[in-house]
């Protein structure tokens, strides 16, 4: 069974920061890019960043370059999201995701975990 473990949201003020981490299992971790995706409430899913387990290339959405850094242990199956300087409108529910698709570039996702929210107050 595939499993994506998201977990370290919280309440943090405006500026704060939070590292969220996603532990992946039920498949081979090396032949998929994992991705963070998020849903502010009342609002679409979007993709926030991604990271290849492959060759470690990257992707981040422009509203959130310089703020937040992906990595990956490939050792350990789990992929982080630091966040840095955090605002009122990061404020959502932040999913791991798994996909096929290129890292270095916006793309779907395939399989999904179960969030964990992220509050920012202002």
């Known amino acids: 069974e595939v499993q994506l473990q998201a977990s370290g949201g919280g309440l943090v003020q405006a500026g704060g920061s939070l590292r969220l981490s996603c532990i992946a299992s039920?498949?081979?971790?090396?032949?998929?890019?994992i991705g963070w995706v998020r849903q502010a409430p009342g609002k679409k899913r979007e993709g926030v960043s991604c990271?290849?387990?492959?060759?470690?290339?990257?992707y981040y959405e422009d509203f959130v370059k310089g703020r937040f850094t992906i990595s990956s242990d490939n050792a350990k199956n789990t992929v982080y999201l630091q966040m840095n300087s955090l605002r009122p409108e990061d404020t959502a529910t932040y999913y791991c995701?798994?996909?096929?698709?290129?890292?270095?570039?916006?793309?779907?996702?395939?399989?999904w975990g179960q969030g964990t929210l992220v509050t920012v107050s202002s």
């Open positions: 039920g498949f081979t971790f090396d032949d998929y890019n």
């Open positions: 995701a798994r996909r096929t698709t290129p890292a270095d570039k916006p793309g779907p996702h395939n399989s």
């Open positions: 990271i290849s387990s492959s060759d470690g290339s990257t």
